[in-house]
Every structure is written in structure tokens, then in C-alpha cells.
């Protein structure tokens, strides 16, 4: 049965907030869930734009309630289907919605047959899931995630900008590594594969890249902070919020291949500003989806991480805690002096574990902390050296449950300073010829952080493998959907 088409459709959250009325409405969605008692059929659907879906009831005792639900329509009428429902929103008896659809006409547009339709009404388990990536948007879990992971990206946007900061679009491709790590995925256009089995001795001799694309290796970039700073010394503070790549060959519940980052870079900034940022950017954006995205909230403290809700406001809510390393180190092995055991020994000079940073967070300060003035050997080599020679200007936020959320630092501006780290880390200066630049013309002190998306959405939400709040994650011999 076809729908009035003169009326403009209602998404089912703003149905689910609107008084009832005698004026017909129109909502489209997929089919949750159907059930028949005697003559009443009833069925809910959602559009995505609420965790509640709208509730249709169908009376075939009358004759306009059999003509909107005949038989084949009936039929068609499957958990998975999407349809279109005309009707009259009225006050519902039952307790679990305020309103719900009376349904006068009704067009099943795609049928979803049980038989074959993947999502039933059941739960199903998050590698399943992940299996059938799109169709899982369509679960409550996945709405919620998404749901949540847009109000975040529009939070972060927010803060920024009315903040005086400019978001800059930094390059996906690069020729350098900013970490140093080498774990990067390689871009080229050479036909590696073909040209070894053609020519083997051209690899023993090494591969030709001023035969390749850009003249030069080049890989897919892991961070968007030397680019970031290049534009800082010119437009006094930026944002980069885009996506970044680490071919890490790890199957763990914390790495993913592609992921977004964001890291924000202040010109005439030094560590103590740093850490005022990033403080007071993170209370803001938890506080936004606190607010915003309340019904969802909800939905993960019931269900996947009890307590969330409360645990995100105390963050909210408190005045960070500010410790060196040394300090942090000195307070785990006094905890280990009074009995408590860890897995990894702290020691001055080894980097600091998860475990490590939730007992400073949640046994010793109770509370968020930001840890600087790291040991300049795990740290970057564009970390500001302190006056000891020995540490740097390093700082990293941790949270209770998570550990580390945020990593930042003032960056060495000087030119002799930094050129000796580079050498101390074995980095070419030719390939960063451009980024020492940047310390021969007009330096200044300038700082910043980076922060994983996927990470932060993990930590509002409870959910326990970064695969999942990712629309379409790619980790080892993953790259579906």
C-alpha cells in the first residue's frame, strides 16, 4: 500500500519527543521487531536517529487498518525490512514510549527475508559483527557508537575553533616518518611484484625510486605534527583531524591500521600551556557527548561499561593532577615497597606501562594526572631538551580505566639542540632539511598534542576492542567493506 506522498517524512527521534495529534505523519525506517495479538499487529522501526525506536500498531478489525496491512503485505513485513508508515501519533498505554504510530497506510520498500537476513532479534557477538560490518550499524551497540562518534567530531571542531584555531589539512602521503619508527605503509607505483620475478638482480642492487611516482620512497603518514608545525610558525595555532596509518602487523584489541588522529600545534607555547590545553579540551569534549548524547550514554553504562557515566563527569569535574616522571616512578616503588605488585618493574628510565598509569590514576591521585619531563631515550627526538640534558619537555594525560589518552610536548626550537638528537636518534637531515628550517628562520617556542580518535571514543564508551567504533576498521589481513 502505497504512503501519502505530500507528507514529509518525520525522523522517529523527533516523533518519539512530539505530542500526539490528528494531523497524519510519515516515518520511515527498518523493521526491528514484529508481533501479531489477534487482530493488532505491532512493529518497531528506526531511522538511526535515536536508540528508541517508534512503535506501529496496526488494528485489521477495521477496514482501513486491513486495507494498510494485507496479506502480502504482512508477509514482507520482516525484522531487517525497510518500510514507509503513514498514520496519527498517539498517547501509548504501554510504558515503555510516551507515543505511538497509528498506522493507516504502509509500503514495505526492501524486503530483508527471515531466512536469510543475518540480524535477528538476538544478541550477537562483536567478531560476528564484525564479519557483517554493513549490516552492524544497524544493532543498537553500533547506532550508539556512531551516534556518540559524531558528536565528538563536531565537539573537537567546536573547542577549536571558537578557540582562534585553524584546521589544517596535512598530507596523507610523506616522505619522512615524524616518530621514527619505520612502521609505515609504502606508497609507490612501481610494479614490485613484477619486476623481481623479472629481474631479480635489480632488487639485490637496491630498487630505482627515481623511477617511482614522487622520485622518492614514500609512505602513508603516521602523523600530520612536522607538517602541523610548519603551518604554526606561520599561523600562530592550528588543528589537524584526519586519518594516519601504522603498518604495526599487531592483532590486539588496541591497534588498528588506519585511524583518525587529532593534534592541535600553538606557536609561542611552551609545556605548561600545553598541558592547560589539553585539560581543558578534553573536559570539553566529554562534556559535549555527557550533554548530547545522554540516551546513548545511558545505553553503554547499562549495558557495556557500568558506572561510565559517572566515572567521564568526575573527569569532568576534577582539576588534573601535574607529576614528573620522576615522581610517578618514586610513588610506584613506594606502592611496591607497601606490597603492591606489578607485572612490569618501574624503573627511572623504562617507560611507564598501563598498568603502571592506572594505579597512579586510580589508587595514588584518584583522579586524572598529566605526567611530564620523560627520559629523553623514550622519547621523541623532537621533544624540547630540558636543562639536566637528561629529560624532556614531554607531558602525557592519563585517565582512570584507560591510562594514557593524550601525548604532547613542548618541541625543540633550537637549531643545535635539535640537530644533535637527530644524530643521537640516527635521522638523516637532509630528509628534514625542511623542518630545520623552521629553527634557522624566525624560531619560536611552540607546542603540542596528539590524541587518537578511535581511542577517546573507546574510552567514552566503554567498548573494549578498538575494531568496534570504527565504522570499517583495517588491521592484519583485514581490509573488507
Known amino acids: 500500500m502505497s504512503t501519502n506522498n505530500h507528507i514529509k517524512r518525520t525522523r522517529v527521534k523527533i516523533l518519539l519527543e512530539t505530542e500526539p495529534g490528528s494531523e497524519p505523519v510519515l516515518a520511515k525506517g527498518w523493521v526491528r521487531t514484529k508481533r501479531e495479538s489477534k487482530d493488532l499487529v505491532f512493529f518497531e522501526i528506526n531511522d538511526g536517529s535515536s536508540m528508541a525506536n517508534i512503535q506501529a500498531v496496526v488494528d485489521r478489525s477495521t477496514p482501513e487498518g486491513l486495507k494498510a496491512l494485507d496479506g502480502p503485505t504482512l508477509q514482507r513485513l520482516q525484522t531487517g525490512a525497510s518500510v514507509a508508515v503513514t498514520g496519527i501519533l498517539v498517547e501509548s498505554p504501554g510504558q515503555k514510549q510516551k507515543v505511538e504510530l497509528h498506522g493507516t497506510a504502509i509500503q514495505v520498500i526492501g524486503e530483508a527475508p ?42 573537537i571542531h567546536e573547542y577549536f575553533q571558537t578557540n582562534g584555531f585553524l584546521w589544517a589539512h596535512t598530507p596523507i602521503i610523506t616522505a619522512s616518518d615524524a616518530e621514527g619508527a619505520g612502521e609505515m605503509f609504502q606508497v609507490t607505483t612501481l610494479p614490485l611484484e613484477n619486476l623481481a620475478k623479472a629481474d631479480p638482480s635489480r632488487f639485490e642492487q637496491g630498487i630505482d625510486y627515481s623511477r617511482d611516482f614522487f622520485g622518492k620512497p614514500a609512505f602513508l603518514t603516521v602523523s600530520g605534527q612536522l607538517n602541523g608545525e610548519i603551518l604554526a610558525t606561520a599561523l600562530d595555532r592550528i588543528y589537524t583531524f584526519g586519518p594516519t596509518f601504522r603498518a604495526e602487523n599487531s592483532n590486539t584489541s588496541r591497534h588498528l591500521a588506519e585511524f583518525w588522529m587529532i593534534e592541535p600545534e600553538v606557536a609561542f607555547c611552551d609545556i605548561h600551556e600545553d598541558m592547560d590545553l589539553a585539560e581543558a579540551f578534553l573536559k570539553y569534549v566529554l562534556n559535549a557527548v555527557l550533554t548530547d548524547c545522554r540516551e546513548d550514554m545511558e545505553f553503554f553504562d547499562q549495558r557495556i561499561q557500568p558506572g561510565i557515566i559517572s566515572q567521564l563527569q568526575q ?51 584518584k583522579g586524572p594526572v598529566i605526567v611530564t619531563d620523560y627520559p629523553k631515550e623514550i622519547k621523541a627526538f623532537y ?99
Do not use: C
Open 315 to 365: 573527569v569532568v569535574e576534577s582539576s588534573f593532577h601535574r607529576i614528573t616522571y620522576t615522581q610517578a616512578i618514586e610513588d610506584l616503588e613506594n606502592a611496591m615497597t607497601k606490597g603492591t605488585k606489578f607485572e612490569y618493574k618501574p624503573s627511572w628510565g623504562a617507560d611507564l606501562q598501563s598498568e603502571h598509569e592506572k594505579y597512579l590514576t586510580e589508587e595514588i591521585y
Open 383 to 481: 621533544m624540547k631538551l630540558n636543562d639536566d640534558g637528561k629529560t624532556v619537555r614531554g607531558m602525557d594525560v592519563l585517565v582512570p580505566r584507560l591510562g594514557e589518552i593524550i601525548g604532547g610536548s613542548e618541541r625543540e626550537e633550537r637549531l643545535e639542540v635539535l640537530q644533535a638528537r637527530m644524530a643521537e636518534a640516527g635521522l638523516d637531515e637532509k630528509a628534514y632539511w625542511w623542518y630545520l628550517d623552521l629553527r634557522r628562520f624566525g624560531t619560536v617556542p611552540h607546542a603540542g598534542f596528539g590524541l587518537g580518535f578511535e581511542r577517546l571514543i573507546q574510552y567514552v564508551t566503554g567498548m573494549q576492542n578498538i575494531r568496534d567504533v570504527i565504522p570499517f576498521p583495517r588491521t592484519p589481513k583485514s581490509a573488507d567493506f
Open 114 to 155: 527471515a531466512e536469510s537476513y543475518p540480524l535477528q532479534k538476538k544478541r550477537h557477538s562483536y567478531e560476528y559483527l564484525r564479519e557483517i560490518a554493513h549490516l552492524r550499524p544497524r544493532t543498537n551497540t553500533f547506532g550508539a557508537v556512531i551516534r556518540v562518534r559524531n558528536r565528538m567530531a563536531m565537539a
